[in-house]
């Protein structure tokens, strides 16, 4: 049995329909009746936290229960927000002619692929980054597994980008020193030897460039500051969902492989929907000798990872009564 009653930072996440939101949900009920704050967030763009507690929530802080709020991304607002904070930038070292152009590129970039994903990794990037100060345990119900890998590898990949772009802007830098003292008469304008270039073009190429580095440092130190909470075991678990079948077992297994790989804390996985032993018909035996094949299978290939059984339900779970049942079936320590 695994224990999350010590992680600030819990992600779960397992291939598409195995139950990651029920479970999720479930581990912040358990959570919060434990004493912890927990702030439980959907980042997954086809959100159910709102269907599993059967109630609206939406890309803002809402109660779901005592000591439990909830909250789902939007990607699109988040490409939004990110889009208009550089287009502001741009704007402000650029000439008011230029605006059409620079709005037509911004909104290029809009639809550009990856533009989604790497918003939201900033939002979340600052989620755990800010919001540790106001709650104990912050949960992410992520998309499926292929979503989760690249979200939780693109740190330390954008992490080399910043540095990458760094380095250009420094150069670009040096390049302009050596064109300003190349310039005729130490770069006074050729009509006009009394002018003083440093009034405003080289004022304002100072001005841009010191924000682009200062914004690319901030960015590098966050992104280096998550990859150290996302690779700490005594902070981050990694919660994989599946049922006990061919599919969800294969991509478990495949998951599980290249999160190790990257030195990500896996805390254990969550065996959702097992039939249960009073059966009375055919089919069900037939589907529960399967099952208990597969069930063997996750014992074998799992056998060095802690494993958590929940039972298959009569009806499906929806609304906060239903999910404590299922909270009720996670272990306590």
């Known amino acids: 049995m695994f224990s999350l009653n010590t992680k600030k930072i819990i992600f779960v996440g397992g291939k598409g329909g195995v139950g990651k939101t029920t479970v999720s949900s479930a581990i912040a009920l358990q959570q919060a009746e434990l004493g912890r704050r927990v702030l439980l967030i959907s980042t997954d763009p086809a959100h159910s936290l709102a269907d599993a507690f059967d109630r609206p929530i939406g890309d803002s802080k809402t109660k779901v229960a005592v000591g439990v709020d909830a909250l789902e991304i939007d990607p699109d607002r988040e490409v939004d927000a990110h889009i208009e904070r550089v287009m502001r930038t741009m704007k402000r070292f650029s000439k008011p002619d230029m605006f059409p152009e620079i709005e037509r590129q911004m909104r290029l970039t809009q639809q550009s692929p990856g533009a989604q994903e790497a918003a939201l990794l900033e939002r979340i990037a600052r989620i755990i980054d800010e919001e540790p100060a106001h709650y104990d345990v912050i949960i992410f119900d992520t998309a499926p597994t292929g979503h ?88 981050t678990g990694l919660v994989f969902v599946l049922t006990p079948e061919k599919l969800p077992i294969l991509e478990t297994t495949r998951a599980v492989a290249a999160l190790k790989s990257e030195h990500l804390p896996i805390a254990g996985l969550v065996i959702n929907r097992n039939l249960p032993d009073l059966i009375d018909s055919d089919f069900f035996a037939q589907r529960r000798q399967q099952e208990s094949l597969y069930r063997e299978e996750i014992e074998n290939i799992f056998a060095d990872l802690s494993r958590v059984y929940l039972p298959l339900f009569p009806t499906d779970l929806h ?13 306590r320590d």
């Not at 420094?170 to 009394?194: F, R």
């Not at 609304?319 to 272990?331: M, T």
């Open 148 to 235: 989760t890998l690249r979200l939780l590898s693109l740190p330390e990949a954008m992490a080399a980008w910043t540095q990458g772009l760094l380095k250009q802007s420094q150069k670009a830098k040096q390049l302009e020193g050596v064109l300003e003292h190349l310039s005729p008469k130490a770069g006074k304008d050729i009509t006009n030897p009394m002018a003083d270039p440093t009034q405003h073009e080289t004022a304002t190429m100072d001005d841009r460039t010191a924000e682009i580095t200062e914004t690319l440092l901030r960015r590098q130190r966050l992104f280096h500051r998550i990859r150290h909470v996302l690779t700490d075991p005594q902070q």
């Open 319 to 331: 609304g906060l009564a239903a999910l404590q049942k299922v909270c009720a079936e996670l272990p």
